[in-house]
C-alpha cells in the first residue's frame, strides 16, 4: 500500500514538475519564433490541457501525501529519520508541505483562470481604436504577468523537490 | 554528516531528473503534441523541430543525471553492501536494481534511435533535401520516422512509469522484482 502510494505520489509530482519546465524551458523561448495568431492558438489550446493536467497531478500529490501521512502518523514520505523530519517537527512540515501546494495550486488557477483567459481578449469592432490599444495593453500585461508567475511556480516547485530530497534522505547517526 | 548532504543532493537530483524525462514526456505528448494540429503543417512541423531540439537536451542531462545521482544515492546511504557481489542477481533488492540499470539502458538506446537515426529522417522532410524526384519517397520516409518517433516516446513513457513504480519499492521496502 504504502509503495503504491510512494508511487501515485511520485508519478503525480513527475507530472506536475516536468510540465512546468516544458512550459518554462521549451514552449516560452520558441513562442518568439512564432507568428503572432498561431502563437495565439497554441496558447490558448495548450493552456487548456497544462491546467488540468497539473491540477491532476497535483490532486494525486495532495491524496497521496494525506494518505501516507495518515498511515505513518508522522506524516512523512520515506521515514521518520529524514533530514526534513528530525530537523522539523510534525505540525511544522504538515504546514509547510500544505502552504507549499496551496501556493502550487493557487499558481495554476490564478494563470488558468486569471491571466491566461486575459492575455488573449480580443476587442469587439464597435470598440474603436481606443479599444483596441486598451485590450493589447491588457494581453501585453497579463503576458508579462504571466511569465512572472510561471518563474515564481517553477522557484516554489524546486523548493517542494528540495524539501522532499531532505524528507527522503535518511539522517545517517555519525555519517562523514 | 556529509554523507548525509551528498545523500540529499543525490536525491534532489534524482527527483529532479525523474520529473523533466517523465514529466517532460507527459507534456510533449499530451500538451504540445495534440495543439500543434491547430495551425497550418508546414509551421507546425517547424515548430515539432523546435520544440524536440530543446527538449532531447533535457532528456538527455536527465538520462545522464540517473546513474550519476543513482550511483551517489545508492553509496552516500551505505547501500552497497545491499548489491555487492551475487547479492545483485540474488536478493530482491539488487534484483530491483538491476531491473532499473536494464530499463534505463532501454531508454538509453531508445533515446540514440530517435536522436540519430529518425531525427534525421524527420529534418530531411523539413528541409526538401533531395531533390525534386526524391520528395516523394523523403516524405514517406519521414511519415514512418514520426510514427516510429511516437511509438517509441509512448514505450519510453510506459518504461518510466514503471521504473518510478520500483524506485518507490526501493525507497520504501527491499524492492519489487
Known sequence: ?176 | MTSTWVSVLASYLHLLAVAVYLGGSVAMEFVLGPAQKFIPPAQAQVMGQKSADRFLTLVWGSLALFPISGMLLLFSTSNQSQVSGDKFFTTTYGRTLFGMIFLWCVLVINGVIITFVLRPRLNQKASGKGGGSNVSANLERAGKAARWVSIITRIDLGVAVFIVLLGASMAYGNGLI
Request: aromatic letters at 8%; proline letters at 3%; one cysteine or more.
Open chain 1, 1 to 176: 500500500m504504502k509503495v503504491f502510494l510512494l508511487f501515485v505520489f511520485g508519478l503525480g509530482w513527475s507530472v506536475y514538475l516536468g510540465g512546468a519546465l516544458v512550459m518554462a524551458w521549451v514552449w516560452r523561448p520558441l513562442q518568439k519564433g512564432l507568428p503572432p495568431g498561431q502563437t495565439g492558438i497554441l496558447c490558448l489550446k495548450m493552456g487548456r490541457i497544462y491546467k488540468y493536467l497539473a491540477l491532476v497531478s497535483l490532486g494525486l500529490v495532495a491524496v497521496s501525501w494525506a494518505i501516507l501521512g495518515l498511515i505513518d502518523h508522522h506524516g512523512v514520505l520515506i521515514g521518520s529519520n529524514g533530514v526534513f523530519e528530525v530537523g522539523v517537527s510534525g505540525l511544522l512540515r504538515g504546514i509547510i508541505g500544505a502552504a507549499v501546494w496551496l501556493a502550487l495550486v493557487g499558481f495554476v488557477l490564478f494563470m488558468g483562470v486569471f491571466l491566461h483567459p486575459s492575455s488573449h481578449v480580443r476587442a469587439e469592432t464597435n470598440q474603436g481604436e481606443a479599444g483596441r490599444e486598451k485590450m493589447k495593453e491588457m494581453r501585453l500585461k497579463s503576458i508579462s504577468r504571466m511569465n512572472k508567475v510561471l518563474k515564481a511556480e517553477l522557484a516554489t516547485a524546486l523548493v517542494a523537490t528540495l524539501i522532499m530530497a531532505l524528507s527522503s534522505a535518511t539522517v545517517i547517526p555519525g555519517g562523514h
